[in-house]
Nanobody, 121 residues
Framework: QEQLVESGGDSVQAGGSLKLSCRAS????????MGWFRQAPGKEREGLAS???????RWTADAVKGRFTISQHANHTVYLQMNNLKPKDTAMYSC???????????????WGQGTQVTVSP
């Protein structure tokens, strides 16, 4: 069964840190690009970071640059380290995969269920 499973979401106070994990399993083909997105209630989904799993190249959104870092592990797991969290970071965080490796939003065809991050003042 093809799936992306996120974990690590939690409730933290402002200034705290969390590390989200996303593990891909069951895919018979490479997932050349993996990324993290978030969606807060009433807002559009926002791209946060992506990584090309073969080249290692990364992209991070300006909104979180300097606080969020994407990384990967050899076993098809990607992480999102989030530091200095703010209440505005409260959202559902989802992992996605792009089998083409273009790392553009329209190509993220596979999605996890998401993990909730709540940051209190």
């Amino acid at each position: 069964q093809e799936q992306l499973v996120e974990s690590g979401g939690d409730s933290v106070q402002a200034g705290g840190s969390l590390k989200l994990s996303c593990r891909a399993s069951g895919y018979s083909h490479n997932l050349y690009c993996m990324g993290w997105f978030r969606q807060a209630p009433g807002k559009e989904r926002e791209g946060l970071a992506s990584i090309h799993t073969t080249l290692g190249t990364r992209w991070t959104a300006d909104a979180v640059k300097g606080r969020f870092t994407i990384s990967q592990h050899a076993n098809h797991t990607v992480y999102l380290q989030m530091n200095n969290l703010k209440p505005k970071d409260t959202a559902m965080y989802s992992c996605a995969a792009d089998p083409t490796g273009l790392c553009v939003r329209s190509r993220f065809d596979y999605w996890g269920q998401g993990t909730q991050v709540t940051v209190s003042p």
